[in-house]
């Protein structure tokens, strides 16, 4: 609110000052106020028309909106203002990624790894790019990549059991979902996920341990509240106990 009444100053001072809207924007975006913010950054754009940051800033926020293709056109113009923005390439894929456009999304985040190598996010995107190709391989190279960088990266351990797990390797998927559940332990999913390596793994008493917990730590309305539901039926029915 400091952030947001200094700016309120500095635009009633300066009304074409047009890092005083940009910053203000992105004062109501760390509010989650992402219409004030988009508000705002127009207006900066209407008197910074070549400012790259706040069109990837801009972007974010339709993202937060489910507005993926005004995000990707902003995107596409931060890039287009700076070809060597690695966030922007970072962003597009993964709005790409999302959109299951997932060749764009390898392409993008291919690039942002070319400008910034180590960079943990453009290779946890591509992982996941890679695993919507059913390219487990490929995926896990990257997600044992980001580990890499960042140890502490929850979902890369995450997904990465996925990939296991697809790939019939259950005893990594489980040490996986074990270090994902370390790190963060009421990640549900996770419980869910390593409930149905448990099924695949005939240890039943486990996957009905794992999916009952699921089933407490998430909302009734989430999608995975029905999966572990699923999960479990699969694990008693395993047990004979239907």
């Known amino acids: 609110d400091a952030a947001i009444a200094d700016c309120d100053i500095a635009i009633e001072l300066a009304p074409k ?3 005083a809207y940009a910053n203000r924007g992105r004062a109501y975006a760390g509010k989650g106020d992402l219409d004030r913010a988009i508000a705002d950054w ?3 754009l209407e008197l ?7 069109y990837n800033d801009r972007g974010r926020a339709y993202v937060g909106k489910g507005e993926f293709d005004k995000a990707i056109a ?3 113009k931060a890039i287009e203002l700076d070809p060597e923005y690695t966030t922007a390439y970072s962003n597009r894929g993964a709005a790409y990624a999302e959109l299951d456009e997932f060749d764009k999304a390898i392409a993008d985040c291919s690039k942002a790894i070319e400008l910034t190598p180590e960079y943990a996010t453009a290779y946890h995107t591509r992982g996941y790019a890679y695993g919507g190709k059913g390219e487990f391989d490929k995926a896990i190279a990257d997600y044992d990549k980001v580990i890499e960088i ?6 890369a ?3 990465r059991g996925d990939a296991y797990a697809v790939k019939g390797e259950f005893d990594k998927a489980v040490a996986d979902y074990d270090k994902a559940l370390e790190l963060e332990p009421n990640l549900a999913t996770a419980y869910t996920s390593r409930g149905a390596v448990y099924v695949e793994l005939e240890e039943f008493d486990k996957a009905i341990a794992d999916c009952s917990k699921a089933i407490e730590l998430t909302p009734e309305y989430a999608v995975d509240f029905a999966v572990a539901y699923f999960v479990r039926g699969l694990a008693n029915r395993g047990k004979g106990e239907l």
């Open 150 to 155: 960042d140890p502490k990266l929850v979902l």
């Open 42 to 44: 127009y207006r900066a």
């Open 74 to 76: 902003d995107w596409d």
């Open 48 to 54: 910074d028309p070549e400012n790259a940051t706040v």
């Open 157 to 159: 351990y995450l997904y």
């Open 17 to 19: 000052l047009a890092a």
